[in-house]
């Protein structure tokens, strides 16, 4: 049974449906925990951007209060080496799966089932470099980024 729409209707139906499909793109990324390690930091959080370039940008708007955060100095001769892990459910017991588990946390649900969404790395060689799944990114002096390779 095929349903008759006038083209207006059809146009309001889509924009509706991407609108309900999509009501987390638009929400501020929260950082849920930050397990810190020398120079290695992990963080975790909830309500991250979908597209490298949201990803890229919220790094690069935030670097210096993360790192400060993480007790790392901002120094470009000094490597540093961070990962932003999605929260998914939440805090899990661990349980032989692959997962990431935070030895820093004392209770029995230290871990996250791994995804990672982004792995920030600096070196003095290379400057500051961003992998994400889509693609390499390196941050150029003046704070903005190029892509250097495509997944």
Partial sequence: MAIDMKPGKTIQV??????????????????????????????????FPIIDKGKVSWWIANKEA????????????????????????GYIQDDDQDRMCFSDMNTVSNCITKNSLLIISNSKNLG???????????????GSSTRLQDF
């Fill in 66 to 89: 993360i790192l400060k955060r993480c007790n790392i100095i901002i120094d470009p001769d000094k490597p540093y080496h961070v990962v932003v892990w999605a929260f998914g459910n």
């Fill in 128 to 142: 500051t470099t961003i992998r994400s799944d889509y693609g390499i990114y390196r941050i150029n002096a003046d």
């Fill in 14 to 47: 889509a924009a509706i449906a991407l609108a309900l499909s999509c009501r987390g793109c638009w929400t501020t990324p929260q950082i849920v925990d930050i397990h810190q390690d020398g120079n290695y930091c992990d963080i975790v959080v909830r309500h």
